[in-house]
């Protein structure tokens, strides 16, 4: 909808010049890619742990590896192009930055705690299998933490919840 062409990752390779990994599975760019990356390319991840990126296929192929600045360092391969691996292929937000601000962490803290509340006061009537969030909870930790910002926001009126579950109505 934006515009973007969608490609295999062995046609992006080619093509791209950031590349930054959200699948949670392992070896996403592979040594393959890494063959055909133009020099300069920037690799990234924030997905899963240090395995989006094929961290021990990067090593065999470079020549050299140099930090060229915190969290930036150059793999050099053979044909003297240069691929940067930032925060060294783990995840970026929490390994090359300051990790998630306390005001994101604070949500996310409230979510778990009262999700282990809610597990444990109904523990007997769950089946042992994966829940989201219940959307009481989710909603309630949302409204206190703008109270909390001093952040009004308007309620939907029944009409308009009506409207939104509704799939009779609009387009």
Not at 43 to 68: C, M, P, T, W, Y
Not at 140 to 169: N, P
Request: net charge negative.
């Amino acid at each position: 909808m934006d515009g973007f062409r969608v490609l295999t990752m062995d046609e992006a390779a080619r093509e791209g010049d950031i590349f930054v990994t959200v699948t949670g599975d392992v070896n996403v760019l592979d040594r393959k890619h890494f063959e055909v990356m133009k020099d300069g390319a920037i690799l990234a991840n924030s997905g899963h742990f240090n395995s989006e990126i094929n961290l021990k296929a990067l090593d065999e192929l470079a020549q050299s590896v140099r930090q060229v600045r915190p969290s930036v360092q150059e793999y050099r391969l053979a044909d003297a192009r240069r691929l940067f691996l930032l925060g060294e292929g783990r995840l970026i937000n929490l390994a090359a930055a300051e990790g998630h601000p306390a005001a994101v962490m604070d949500m996310s803290f409230a979510n778990q705690a009262l999700c282990s509340e809610y597990i444990a006061k109904n523990a007997a009537s769950l089946e042992k299998k994966v829940y989201d969030v219940p959307d009481d909870i989710d909603r309630e930790v949302a409204r206190l933490k703008l109270h909390a910002m001093g952040i009004a926001i308007d309620t939907l009126t029944e009409e308009q919840r009506r409207y939104l579950s509704s799939w009779e109505e609009g387009t």
